[in-house]
């Protein structure tokens, strides 16, 4: 990577990852910040050039979300990295003075802090969202920048729903603040409504029309809604952009962002077309997908390009057959080549505690003291009952072992009847938040369900199960069992989080992997009611809770 503030050569593209920004937005996404920083870690390691880490005027707790990533990621080069620098670690604000300083506050400690301002340009957000003019919006772009400049080197600016703007207003907005200091211009297709022959020309438009362009890096956001994201975003490169705004799995407000492993994934394939590269060690990809799913309870489709369960998986007859023959025949990326090969037989039950550990840091998952300790005493268990311990398997564990800092109910024994004859009941035994064990009982039209309408009767949050899934992590009698659940805060409480709008649609995920399913729900189903109980604030005493609207960008 050359230095961020520069352009780059002119063959490199700059990914910039927007998953802890753009991607937390998405409904049920939100991470802790624990959380938010294992994932940052991970994006690091697979060699992204910029991190946005969040939206720091959105709430205290964003704030200091992005100031730790700043801090730690923000001046660590881990081991493995391409790069022999830091990632660029980047906050978002709106064009106002109070967003763009409590941005710069909250990335200052990072080796190579960013700040990244946007202002909406289209006539439809002048007239209905900002209500001001074409010169108004001119104005305060450039006083923007120029205030953002006098703070740091590195200011990136987004004209939003430049998509729907007309061009020679965008020309001369960018212009504006290209005079003022700023160093990338990202244009976002906002509400993924362009086409790849319109948004290549946008870009091109840009680069022939837009005073100054030569000296600063173009960058592409598109929005999925049309399932266009990626191929205007390569249609953007084409046309001259050099940085590419991306999330893991695509994941984003409605449909999406543009995937970074399609992006990424596409240079790397057709090299000799694009003649192009990133700084990307793809044979992270995998491992960094199956992170993110799991930290955001976002569900990677079977046939998700280069990253779903079947992007590798041959069936028919006549592929086998060709396959056998020579592997190119069907094949135009191996498994190996985005670190989806078979998973390794890597440790058994006489492993002890410190190959854990390393193993563990070797998959990027920093466990230290007591989550180690008991995310080694459930491998322990494991090993007891299934013979090959995976690398996925290993994840699994090493997942539900971080978020658990505000656990309010934590499971104590669960136990089942069912079968075709009878009436499925569950007994469950939860530890209360005052350390109490309580005993609860309950019918259901089945096992799982008869847990979770015990759980509900001792827990006694408002909420709605929206989506509940279990899959197996690895293959065999004996794979772990990963439970997936997905609920909504019910309605009309009245103290519904603003962040994801009114009416109570805030949804909260919960995961966990056990041999045993009904146990993996149960504790799945737990983790989901400890997020709505941690935003409800009903065990804080002290806490009012933050009424800071946040507000959506790009
Ligand atoms: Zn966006």
Redesign the pocket.
């Known amino acids: 990577m050359t230095s961020p503030v520069t352009k780059p050569d002119p063959s490199y593209v700059r990914i910039f990852d927007t998953t802890l920004r753009?991607g937390e937005q998405s409904p049920g996404a939100t991470m802790t910040s624990e959380e938010k920083l294992e994932v940052a870690r991970a994006l690091s390691r697979l060699g992204v050039d910029v991190i946005e880490a969040g939206f720091p005027s959105a709430s205290p707790d964003d704030f200091d979300a992005v100031r730790a990533i700043a801090q730690t990621i923000g001046n660590d080069v881990p081991q493995g990295r391409i790069a022999t620098e830091p990632p660029v670690i980047c906050g978002l604000a709106r064009a106002t003075e109070k967003d763009i300083r409590t941005a710069y506050e909250a990335v200052s400690v990072a080796k190579h802090p960013r700040i990244h301002t946007f202002l909406a340009t289209s006539p439809i957000h002048r007239e209905h969202k900002l209500k001001m003019t074409k010169e108004q919006v001119v104005t305060r772009a450039r006083e923007m920048v120029t205030l953002a400049r006098s703070l740091c080197a590195d200011i990136e600016f987004s004209p939003e729903d430049a998509g729907r703007t007309e061009p020679e207003f965008l020309y001369e907005v960018l212009t504006a603040v290209v005079e003022a200091g700023a160093t990338t211009l990202n244009i976002?297709d906002?509400v993924g409504y362009t086409v790849p022959e319109e948004f290549g020309a946008l870009i091109a438009g840009i680069i022939q029309n837009v005073k100054g362009v030569e000296g600063v890096t173009v960058s592409v956001?598109c929005?999925n809604d049309l399932g266009l994201a990626s191929a205007n975003a390569l249609a953007g490169i084409r046309n001259g952009a050099r940085q590419a705004e991306v999330t893991i799995n695509g994941i984003?407000?409605r449909a999406g962002?543009t995937s970074l492993e399609e992006i990424v994934m596409a240079l790397h394939t057709r090299a000799p077309l694009y003649g192009l590269r990133t700084g990307i060690d793809t044979t992270q990809l995998t491992r960094t997908s199956r992170l993110v799913s799991l930290r955001t309870g976002m569900v990677v489709q079977p046939n998700k390009a280069v990253v779903g369960a079947n992007a590798f998986a041959h069936e028919a007859g006549i592929h086998q057959d060709g396959m056998l023959k020579h592997a190119q025949t069907y094949e135009i990326m191996t498994p190996e080549s985005v670190g989806a090969s078979k998973t390794l037989l890597v440790l058994g039950k006489h492993s002890g505690r410190h190959a854990f550990g390393v193993r563990l840091r070797e998959l990027g998952h920093a466990l230290e003291g007591e989550a180690l300790e008991a995310a080694f005493l459930r491998f322990k268990v494991l090993a007891d009952k299934k013979k090959r311990i995976t690398d996925a398997d290993l994840e699994a564990l090493a997942a539900s072992e971080v978020g658990r800092a505000r656990e309010y109910f934590s499971l104590e024994a669960v136990q089942v009847t069912c079968g075709s004859n009878g009436m499925p009941t569950a007994t469950v035994k939860l530890r209360g938040p005052s350390g109490e064990n309580i005993v609860q009982a309950a019918v259901g039209t089945g096992p799982v369900h008869a847990v979770f309408t015990a759980i509900d009767e001792i827990v006694k949050a408002p909420s709605e199960l929206i989506e509940y899934s279990i899959n197996a992590v690895t293959e065999g009698i004996d794979a772990l069992g990963h439970a997936s659940v997905r609920l909504r805060a019910a309605a009309n409480d009245g103290r519904v989080n603003p962040q994801h709008g009114a009416g109570g649609t805030q949804v909260f995920h919960g995961n966990a992997a056990d041999s045993d399913v009904i146990v993996a729900s149960t504790k799945a189903y737990l983790a989901a009611q400890n997020r709505l109980l941690a935003m409800l604030g009903t065990y804080e005493k002290a806490e009012s809770p933050e009424a800071t609207a946040r507000a959506s960008?790009?």
């Open positions: 753009d976002p906002t956001h929005h984003g407000e962002n960008a790009n």
